[in-house]
Structures are given as structure tokens and as C-alpha cells.
């Protein structure tokens, strides 16, 4: 037996608590989200809603986290191209049709809700969302968000997701979740309040 096994065995054996080294190399990414990081990352179209903080969870279940950022974006199909992101409509899919080439121009019913997004971005290595040439990125519209949170989910009838919650702003006041499920961000409705 190796030296390092043997003492292993006797810290643990005697209760010692064990350091568990971290790596700390030095993330060259921005450590706090701001404009400038949505801007590099969305193009200049999209800013970030000073009411939401961004959230990090592991929402494609690949082992590195990514982030939800609720921002504002005027014309998000206009840099998708050059920024390497994927328009998405995950709500009006649910009720029958989510092309965002046509669903972007639906008015939403309050005009303070207009062009609010959720900007996505999953992970890749270990800089997880902060990486330079992260996995995905998507920009999820007309969803009427008044609050949000992340999640676990129970999708099918063992597998369990980490999904974005998103309270809708609205008279019914719906709670409803947006999870991937392998392949593309879904909407589910959950019910309205009981209030």
C-alpha cells in the first residue's frame, strides 16, 4: 500500500477532517456579469434588467454550470449570426407556433414586458459559462417574467432536470418552467396561484 493511501486510512480512522485541494487557476472571464460581458457575449442589441441578478445552475445536466441572465433585448434574431447564439421560443411552441422569426414581433400585453429575454449560456470546460467558446448560447423571448428561480425538476418518470421556475406577470399570475431536454429548451405550464 502506498504511504498516501495508508495515511488516508488513519486520518480517516482516527475522525481527522480531510482538505480537499481546489484548483485555483486563474480564470481569465469576467467574475461579475455586467453590460459589457452581455454585450461581448449577445452584441450590442440586449442589455441586462437591473431588477433580476443572474442565476448559475447546471441546467443541461452536463457537470459545468451554466447561466440564466434576464436582460432586454430590442432586436435579439439581429446578432445571432455573429454571435453565435440561437433565438428561442420555447412558450409559443408549447401553445402551437415558436418560429422567432415571426413570434419576435408579438406585443406582449404589458408594454413593460417588451423585449424582456432570458439570455442562456451553457458551460464548457472549467470555466463553465465564464469560457471564452462556451458550449451553447440561446436567447429565450416572450416569456412574461415577474419572478424566477432555478430549480430541480422531475421530466419524465425518473429523470430529474434543473429547470428555470419563471412566475408569469399577468392577471392569472402562471407559474410555468423552461428545462432542456437534450436537445432544446421546453416550456411546461405549471398551474396559476391560488391567491
Known amino acids: 500500500m502506498s504511504s498516501r493511501i495508508v495515511s488516508f486510512l488513519l ?58 441572465i434576464v436582460a432586454r433585448c430590442k432586436n435579439a434574431l439581429i446578432d445571432q449570426g455573429e454571435n453565435n447564439y440561437k433565438v428561442v421560443d420555447p412558450m409559443d411552441s408549447f401553445y402551437g407556433y415558436g418560429n422567432p422569426a415571426i413570434t419576435t414581433s408579438f406585443a406582449p400585453d404589458d408594454p413593460k414586458l417588451r423585449g424582456v429575454a432570458l439570455l442562456v449560456i451553457h458551460g464548457a470546460g472549467t470555466d463553465a459559462w465564464r469560457s471564452a467558446a462556451p458550449q451553447a448560447k440561446f436567447v429565450i423571448i416572450n416569456l412574461p417574467v415577474k419572478t424566477l428561480t432555478t430549480k430541480r425538476m422531475k421530466v419524465k418518470r425518473k429523470k430529474v432536470a434543473n429547470a428555470i421556475y419563471v412566475e408569469e406577470a399577468g392577471a392569472d399570475q402562471m407559474t410555468s418552467a423552461i428545462f432542456w431536454d437534450g436537445k432544446k429548451y421546453r416550456y411546461e405550464p405549471m398551474g396559476s396561484s391560488m391567491e
Open 11 to 68: 486520518f480517516a480512522w482516527l475522525g481527522f477532517p480531510l482538505a480537499v485541494a481546489q484548483n485555483s487557476a486563474p480564470v481569465s472571464a469576467p467574475a461579475a456579469v455586467d453590460n459589457a460581458f452581455i454585450h461581448q457575449q449577445f452584441g450590442g442589441s440586449c442589455s441586462m434588467e437591473p431588477n433580476f441578478a443572474p442565476m448559475v445552475a447546471d441546467l443541461n445536466n452536463d457537470g459545468v454550470e451554466d447561466i440564466v
